[in-house]
């Protein structure tokens, strides 16, 4: 049973998206590890069962698995409901699963923008208004985690239509922070900064050639910056079991939301030497289309 006072996950039942690989994967075996019966999706199938198998191996509980597609609202439902009537409500719901394209204005495709939208706010949408509603029910309290970002908090170069998603997911959490509270279920945002999932190897970034030693070099500081998917893992488990709406995977991404607070002048010359550090990396197509547009 999930214990509201202390938070304790042994026995708990824990639904995970995105748990095939990254954060996902690294929080359902974090979780497992501590005693909880995991329930499990993702879009991609294969690897999923492999995370199913690392729990069972290591002697944990995973009593439903099943790929799925977040951003599909019928299949998540058709999902949910299965979910409930065979296990009963869920006692932690974590919502992690998530994609990432970056770009400017002018490189940005419209595909890409709602695409963006349609799984990292409308796919977490759709998790909770399936299975917050039998939480409630149950009446035996909970927890609700969000898995946003940094690009949910501070305005980070070429992230336009992925802030919209976050901070989109930013606003869903403020609200549901206290409208579940008085039905003792706490939620946690989770604010990620650079997390080494080799996201950065696959990530779209419109209209840049990842293979330019510019990129390279901003790839590896990056990379050298992040912390592990298990230290993110960590941090998340410990806001559940404290009851934290705030998460943090990563001192920096604190200090500068922090910064942004209490000294906005600080805040915003932070942002412009970003900035202009990321835009040295633009191909050049994207630099002699600035200077076609200015003359």
């Not at 279920?185 to 080799?198: A, K, R």
């Not at 592990?228 to 806001?239: C, F, N, R, S, Y």
């Amino acid at each position: 049973m999930f214990r509201r006072r202390t938070r304790e996950l042994s026995g708990a039942k824990v639904f995970v998206t995105g748990a095939a690989s990254g954060i996902g994967r690294a929080v359902a075996l974090r979780a497992a590890g501590e005693g909880a019966s995991l329930f499990l999706t993702d879009l991609h199938a294969e690897p999923l069962a492999e995370t199913a198998e690392l729990i069972r191996a290591a002697g944990g509980s995973v009593p439903f698995v099943e790929a799925a597609d977040i951003a599909d609202h019928a299949a998540v439902s058709s999902l949910a409901g299965r979910l409930t009537s065979a296990h009963g409500a869920m006692d932690v719901v974590m919502n992690v699963a998530g994609i990432s394209t970056w770009g400017t204005v002018r490189s940005l495709e419209h595909r890409q923008w709602r695409a963006l939208i349609e799984v990292n706010l409308m796919g977490p949408i759709h998790v909770i208004e399936s299975l917050v509603p039998p939480m409630i029910d149950a009446g035996r309290g909970g927890h609700l985690v969000n898995v946003s970002s940094a690009a949910g908090l501070i305005g980070m170069p070429w992230h336009a239509a992925y802030s919209a998603s976050k901070f989109g997911l930013r606003g869903v959490s403020e609200v549901l922070r206290f409208d579940l509270a008085r039905h003792r279920i706490g939620v946690s945002l989770v604010c990620p900064g650079g997390v080494d999932t080799g996201l950065t190897e696959t990530i779209d970034i419109a209209g840049v050639d990842k293979a330019t030693p510019a990129f390279r070099r901003a790839q590896a500081f990056f990379r050298r910056r992040a912390v592990t998917p298990e230290q993110a893992a960590d941090a998340i488990l410990d806001g559940v079991r404290r009851n934290r709406y705030w998460v943090y995977t990563s001192s920096d991404i604190r200090l500068v939301h922090l910064l942004q607070r209490v000294c906005p002048p600080l805040y915003v010359g932070a942002m412009r030497l970003l900035n202009a550090g990321a835009n040295r990396v633009l191909p050049e197509v994207e630099r002699a289309r600035r200077g076609t547009a200015a003359a």
